[in-house]
């Protein structure tokens, strides 16, 4: 081979290095071939050397991304239920070849039970595909959609804790997964599983300097990153470089997202969201949580990445260990005199009167407590009072059935 200009020659070598498991087309290898097999591949599976598409009788299109589609399919010869992650060649550039490159090698190496497997990996003339662990369950976001909302206490032992096992496992092996959501969380036999591996990147083998991810979940020092146009630049860049921390933070957008419904810093336009993440603010302010729930995410979301605490740490939080303690909501309320709690209510905004009048109304007590409990009744007072009075200055009605039956309470007096 010859080379017109040591530039050439430079292209070159970064070029072999790069991708030389992927021959480009017209190279010698010869197609389908193995791009690797996982260390749990099933026996029916991992007895066949070579695999190829024809094998894989693909019964359900069950998700797909930005390059990739996924389908629920049928390994005939063994008659295995798997999952194919089929990523289309035509539409992919060396740097996207580079990072699935990067997911094959990353995710066939891990083994645990809240990580999707990878069973292996192989490429013919048009696809590369992966062939995974099949989760019949599909993603959290479609299950919370399914059948709504979930209680804390749900949400701590069939999410959270899950979710922390599996980062404790890469975080310790230098891995950071940098795409946390509830996209990527897939439940199999109700078991939830990390999947998606397509930008994490071992900090043992190489540095993170790039902004890689979903904005809504992005860490603030992710967002200040430059974007990745090419995997090579900026790897010199020690000032950049992050670490397992940005899925801490990820963690803890993820914990408002199930608490709440929304994303803490999702704003109607990118670069306000951006903004919104750079400063660290969170939009909305959870009230109706437990105290246990408001720490574990202000510790998660602290904008310095050191000062967010470990995973290690986290499994070892109150919440996580589950002491819930009771929601702020109904801590205010205990603590407050109905004459305090209106000055309070006069101190408030419309829009968090609201928010502390849907907690009230939403608060697990109120549904615990019996109906004759001096609880309850506060609570529903105390809702009632602060609903009539968000509906005097907003022509607005907040719609409760509890409501509908009690007697208008008494304004209370001003201490
Ligand atoms: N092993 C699996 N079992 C069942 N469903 C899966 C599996 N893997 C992925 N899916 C479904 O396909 C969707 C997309 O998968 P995945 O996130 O791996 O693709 P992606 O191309 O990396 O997506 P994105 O670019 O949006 O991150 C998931 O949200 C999930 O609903
Ligand atoms: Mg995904």
New binding site residues.
């Given amino acids: 081979m010859t080379f017109s200009s040591l530039d050439d020659l430079k292209k070159h070598l970064v070029a072999a290095r790069q991708w030389s498991a992927f021959p480009r087309q017209g190279n010698q290898a010869r197609l389908p071939r193995m791009l690797g097999k996982g260390d749990c591949c099933p026996v029916g599976l991992a007895r066949i050397p070579l695999w190829s598409l024809s094998d894989f009788r693909l019964m359900k299109k069950?998700?797909?991304?930005?390059?990739?589609e996924?389908f629920?399919a049928m390994h005939i010869p063994s008659r295995t239920t798997v999952?194919v992650?089929l990523y289309t060649k035509a539409s992919l550039t060396h740097f996207t070849r580079r990072q699935i490159e990067r997911e094959i090698e990353l995710q066939s190496r891990l083994r645990h039970p809240h990580i999707?497997q990878l069973y292996g990996a192989f490429e013919d003339h048009n696809s590369i595909v992966l062939v995974?662990?099949?989760?019949?369950m599909?993603?959290l976001?479609?299950h919370i959609s399914r059948i709504g909302s979930l209680s804390e206490a749900h949400i701590v032992q069939n999410v959270m804790q899950p979710v922390l096992q599996a980062l404790l496992y890469l975080h310790e092996q230098g891995i950071i997964h940098r795409?946390l959501k509830p996209?990527?969380l897939?439940l199999?036999g109700g078991i939830l599983k990390l999947?998606?591996f397509?930008?994490a990147i071992n900090t043992r083998q190489e540095r993170a300097v790039s902004r890689v991810g979903?904005l809504d979940q992005m860490a603030p020092e992710v967002l200040e990153c430059p974007d990745r146009s090419d995997p090579q630049l900026h790897k010199g860049r020690i000032d950049l470089a992050y670490n397992t921390s940005a899925d801490v933070w990820a963690l803890g957008v993820l914990t408002h997202e199930l608490l709440t419904g929304k994303a803490p810093f999702a704003q109607l336009t990118q670069q306000q969201t951006i903004e919104a993440i750079l400063s660290g603010v969170i939009a909305t302010v959870p009230l109706g949580i437990s105290e246990a729930a408001q720490d574990f995410l202000s510790a998660c979301l602290q904008r310095n990445p050191s000062t967010r605490p470990s995973v290690t740490h986290l499994l070892d939080h109150s919440w996580i260990q589950g002491q819930h303690g009771e929601s702020r909501a109904l801590l205010l309320l205990k603590s407050l005199s109905q004459a305090s709690l209106a000055s309070s209510v006069e101190r408030h905004s419309s829009e968090e009167s609201e928010t502390i009048v849907c907690s009230l109304l939403a608060s697990p007590e109120r549904e615990e407590a019996s109906s004759a409990s001096p609880v309850k009744s506060k609570i529903v007072r105390a809702g009632k009072y602060m609903h009539d009075r968000l509906c005097s200055h907003e022509s607005r009605t907040l719609s409760d059935p509890l409501l509908r039956d009690q007697q208008p309470c008494d304004a209370p007096k001003h201490s």
């Fill in positions: 069950v998700g797909e991304g930005a390059l990739s996924v629920q999952a992650k999707v995974e662990e099949y989760a019949s599909g993603n976001l479609r795409d996209e990527n897939l199999a999947a998606d397509g930008t979903t």
